[in-house]
């Protein structure tokens, strides 16, 4: 009985290979590239500005040439590995992907499948020491946002919106001790510190990313320093808690807070004056040019084995929303996709990775 | 003849023990209290700005969801149980509240109804996991510990990632105002701190729960139904940790599953810190108002002071074991595991 | 005169898994009576309480109370019926107000809203308090704030209120050792009040070790050995000599307990206690222990010889004196550190203290000398094994193999794993508490033979028999300890036994 069993699942599995084998035959010719865009979750607004940019992207192309499929791997390392083999293996080689692992180390599994399966694509945000596309043929490039560059533009900004522009006591509220994002927007602020001798920072503390953590420090600095103009925060989401703490002592606008990564709340609260200024990921750009990354490379334009280190590592501008910029970043990115112009690969571009 | 002084002299010296740890305890169980009244001293002295009535103020309103948590697992750990359902189910209760408010992500405004279906259904879940726990003979800390996760997952599919912020005007009151001084939030948990105290010293149930943590055989042989207890201590913690939760959404104005991160544990740190023993049947909701008294100012203190964030967590571990060192019994004869 | 009838029982007959602990027992309580109950430790005494109290179910046999029909299933039962229960350990709770233990249970009376009204229930304690002649207590107080002998007074006080009848009647309590750890002040006091409760025509049932207090309060007393109700004495046909040979157990024949193999003690002193005292429960305990030597401490619960041991095995810490090892003085903080130091004890309550049920043979008897089984800083498991073998043969444990776990063994084979441990130790020393206990006829003689090997290898050894004859027919030398003293010693050589009637005169 059992034996009978094995034959049988044998015998249907190979029939499905053997279908799926041959649809892959015909597919090669007949259907359109398939434009996968492996991410977080399709619940979260960022992401799915990766899927928009790269939707973007597909509409410069002629109709039926690709189509764009989201694969939320729903912060599962697992889940990112085994849809990029499925979609792999039921598409052949007529695949390119723009991937955001979900763990750095993630990466390295990622560019071996593709590298066997002669797939092209690109990466974004982060990758373990010592892995680049540098190595590989098929993994294109990849590209991060400089965060030495977010942490001075939000510290000069703020401090040039003080009363006397560059004088002022500033607190300071890190995220995670250690974290990379972290250490980078430390450098940053550092750096716009030594710019503006007159800056005095009273007291510097970690609040781990958390708007309640934020809070309950804040609240205890408002009981030490009587004397504050601003208050760096390395992240929207612990401003967000820092401005509820300044409002219960009817602090909010009066005494500066930054942030970064743009989430919705901490936008509004630029417009409303809350936040003096925060940085958005562009996830359009970030989605849109690393599919057009790989797709220049899969359609022959560039050929990545020929290009520099540089070329091929990049980090890219997020958008410095402040109280002036403000409408132009809702009329080009909220009530509208922004449109860039995909052939000039040089674009995005902002620096190269060192 | 000798034999009769033999047994005097065996009595007396037995009297004298246990005179001598009777004296032992009582002098324990004012320890708490003594640490609370050192440790504003020495913060006085040194941290500059913390003797000042706004610092008080900061104190109290950074103690309020503290002491609602540790309001609920005091009769826990009274019991001998343990409650670590706090992380989801208070996260549960923060995220759902601000979706059902008015907020910035949907369209509902169920105001109050809102809140108090939170804290009904939260209180049920309590329920849940006492009946399981006591039912299904299963330890307190795996029961909760399981709820807290599913709880957690359930609240990040809430809002689908992207959290609400919150609209609803009378949160802003809440969080924003005070009366004769004192934060809103703190009145809160002033009223649940009394009403525990009720609880524990004015009802029978308050009787059974040092009963039942004291020796469970002596609560069965009179004849009272011990599991009906249990549910009940468990339905009272879930309360106040929806209330938390609620709460924790009013002060952060966010409704996210962080608002549950990190409370349980302070809040155990707190009713044992205070002399609740883990093992059961010692201490109270007097204990844990000064045991949360006393977590709050160390963390209030060490910022203030300007200790480095790399080490602020090892003194504050260094000093919550050193309270716990002077305030709680070291029975030599007993196993702590 | 004859007296009204309150209680009855009949034939009533307790048997556990190895042990007949009660057998046939008939006794009947009268109006106003106090009975006194003595025996041996493990005469049966407290296995009538518990049957009397509803802790425990009997096998066999019936009460009646009031000519009604008596099967308590639970305490509360009990109490229903009129009977309430002082218990040795006590059982208020500490961190509630007396008068919360005195009503615990029966707050509903004081409830208002399920608010309880305190200072009625304070109020209404002082006054079940002082039914009993208790006053000066504060009953708003914490318990733990009371020393011993006034928790007593609480707790006998809140027994007659919870054995009070619906139907007023008279009840009965049951006193079980009351006057252990009082002085003799407390005592006086405590008789006073016995004496006004059954006044009123209530009962009391006294269990104590202190045969001149059973004397002084009893109407009546029961006799009780091995599990039997030997004989019933008027108070004025009874006195302490009477009791005493109605008391002492059957002497078992010499063979029984290898009385041949029975070793001289060589005069190589191997410890030496000199002045041990440990505070509250013995005083200037003095002894030595030689090669070869087999010492019984014998005395009844409370006489501190159970605290004497945990001090020798480093369980308690002595609050005086010194115990030396080969003239070298060691302090032990822990049992660890006296196993280091040569001492190895075998606990009373196996299954908690000795075992690990759930290893196996093996792993049980290699526990306490791993040195011996290790290779190259790991366990062998192949010694170990060979080890178990070995000692499974040698002593006869009867199970399928090393590989089964402890707790599918029969107590018997249990405490021969136990042995085979010492065996395997080195530990010169060693402290035998209750070695027998829960043990059948055939396996106990296996464990005395034992014991036999052991001193003819020279190990000194400390024994708490389970019986007083045990005692006796193991020891070369036996000590009797009463109220925390040594009150008496007595050589033991095979061929001059002391008798058990004398050497309880020393111990009650």
Known sequence: MKKIMLIAVVAILSCGFAFASGENEKSSTKEPLTIGVSMRSTSSEYHMQYVAGAQAFVDTLPEGTAVVQMLPCESSDDKQINDIKALIASKGDNVILFVDPNNAPNITAIAEICEDAGVYWSSVWNTPEGITPLNYEYWVAHQSCDGVKQGYDIAVNMFENFETPGVGKILVMEGMLANTANVNRMIGLRQALEEYPQIEVLDDQAADWSTKKALAVTETWLSKFDEIDGIWCACDDMALGVVQALRAKGLDKKVLVTGVDGVADAIEGVDNGDLICTIANNGWLQGGYGVAYAYAAKTGKIKPTEMSAGERMFYTNGYLITKDTYSDYKANFIDSTPIYDYNDLSFPVAKPME | MNTQNGKSQIALEFSQEMERINRKTRLINTMPLIILFVLVFIMSVVAEGFFSLYNFQTILSQLSIMLVMSMGLTFVILIGSIDLSGEGLGGFAGAVTSLLVLNGKNTNNFGIWGILFVIVAVTLIGILSGVIHVKGKMPSFMVTYSISSIMAGFAVLSYKGQPAMIKYPFFTQLSQGTFIGIPILTWISIIVFCIAYILQTRTKFGTYLFAIGDNENIVRNTGINIDLVKVKVFAWSAFCIGLAGVMGAVRIGRGVVDIGVGIVFPAITAVVVGGTSLSGGKGGVVNSLIGALIVTIINNGLILLGVSTYIQAAVQGIIIIAAVALSVEHDRKGICK | ?508
């Open chain 3, 1 to 508: 005169m004859q007296k009204e009838n309150i209680l009855t029982i009949n034939g009533l007959t307790k048997q556990y898994p190895g042990t007949l602990a009660l057998s046939d027992v008939s006794i009947n309580i009268n109006k106003g009576e106090i009975i006194g109950l003595v025996g041996e430790n493990g005469a049966g005494k407290s296995t009538l309480l518990k049957l009397i109290m509803g802790l425990e179910q009997p096998t066999k046999g019936d009460m009646q109370i009031y000519g009604k029909k008596y099967n308590p299933k639970t305490p509360l039962e009990a109490n229903k019926n009129g009977i309430g229960m002082v218990f040795q350990e006590q059982s208020l709770i500490q961190n509630l107000s007396v008068s919360e233990n005195i009503f615990f249970g029966r707050e509903d009376s004081y409830s208002k809203f399920g608010f309880v009204n305190k200072n009625k229930m304070n109020k209404d304690a002082e006054e079940v308090l002082s039914q009993v002649n208790v006053s000066g207590i504060k009953t708003s107080k914490k318990v733990f704030n009371y020393d011993f002998a006034t928790r007593q007074m609480i707790e006998i006080a809140k027994v007659f209120y919870v054995s009070q009848r619906e139907d007023e009647k008279n009840s009965i309590i049951l006193l079980d050792e009351p006057t252990s750890v009082l002085s003799e002040d407390e005592v006086k006091l405590l008789f006073k009040n016995i004496k006004k409760f059954v006044a009123k025509g209530d009962s009391v049932i006294f269990v104590s070790h202190r045969l001149d207090e059973v004397l002084e309060i009893s109407d009546r007393i029961y006799v009780f050995k091995d599990g039997q109700n030997v004989c019933e004495l008027n108070k004025e046909n009874a006195n302490e000599n009477i009791l005493y040979e109605k008391m002492v157990g059957k002497t078992a024949s010499g063979e029984y307990y290898k009385l041949n193999r029975q070793v001289t003690p060589s005069k190589k002193e191997l410890m030496k206690i000199e002045k041990l005292g440990l505070k509250g429960y013995f005083n200037d305990i003095s002894f030595s222990l030689h090669e070869g030597e087999v010492i019984g401490i014998c005395g009844v619960i409370g006489s501190g010889k159970e605290e004497l041991c945990e001090v020798i095995c480093g369980d308690k810490i002595p609050t005086s004196g010194t115990i030396k090892i080969h003239g070298e003085e060691k302090v032990s903080k822990e049992p660890y550190q006296s196993l280091r130091n040569g001492i190895l004890s075998i606990p009373k309550e196996r299954r908690e203290e000795a075992i690990i049920p759930d290893n196996t043979i093996s792993e049980n008897i290699s526990m306490s000398n791993y040195s011996k089984i290790k290779l190259n800083g790991f366990i062998s498991k192949k010694k170990e094994d060979e080890q178990a073998q070995t000692f499974m043969e040698e002593l006869n444990i009867k199970a399928p193999s090393i590989f089964q776990k402890v707790s599918n063994l029969s107590g018997g084979n249990a405490q021969k794993v136990v042995f085979a441990r010492i065996l395997a130790s080195d530990a010169p020393i060693l402290l035998l508490n209750h070695p027998t206990r829960g043990v059948d006829i055939g396996a106990k003689e296996e464990i005395y033979s034992l014991i036999r090997d052991l001193s003819e290898q020279n190990k000194g050894i400390i024994v708490i028999g389970d019986t007083l004859d045990e005692s006796i027919g193991l020891s070369s030398k036996i000590l009797v300890m009463k109220d925390g003293t040594l009150t008496h010693e007595f050589d033991a050589p095979s061929d001059n036994k002391p008798e058990q009637l004398d050497i309880v005169k020393y111990m009650m």
